[in-house]
Nanobody, 119 residues
Framework: QVQLVESGGGLVQAGGSLRLSCAASTSGFSINHMAWYRQGPGKQRELVAIITSSGITNYADSVKGRFTISRDNAKNTVYLQMNTLKPEDTAVYYC?????????????WGQGTQVTVSS
């Protein structure tokens, strides 16, 4: 199994910054893409940013230019630098990775970390 442990959420004022981290324990697995999703109050979970194993990134339109996803393959860790935060960024943020063995390919999820942006 792959376990994902997130950290870095919290309460911040609008215009502020936060950095989320997600470390994957991956004994016997190889990581393909890693991503961050979020689920705001009363909303469906949505993709925020994704990064492939080769470093190609893609972002939701709502966060382009403000958020940056990166990863350290040696540490199996993905980061989300969030700048110029807005109240509408308030959500539970979930780390996701796609991992494979010789026989399987599956998605794995972290437990979520709360980000609250006050106006």
């Amino acid at each position: 199994q792959v376990q994902l442990v997130e950290s870095g959420g919290g309460l911040v004022q609008a215009g502020g910054s936060l950095r989320l981290s997600c470390a994957a324990s991956t004994s016997g697995f190889s990581i393909n893409h890693m991503a961050w999703y979020r689920q705001g109050p009363g909303k469906q979970r949505e993709l925020v940013a994704i990064i492939t194993s080769s470093g190609i990134t893609n972002y939701a339109d709502s966060v382009k230019g403000r958020f940056t996803i990166s990863r350290d393959n040696a540490k199996n860790t993905v980061y989300l630098q969030m700048n110029t935060l807005k109240p509408e960024d308030t959500a539970v943020y979930y780390c996701n990775c796609n991992a494979r063995t010789l026989r399987t390919v599956d998605d794995y999820w972290g437990q979520g970390t709360q980000v609250t942006v006050s106006s």
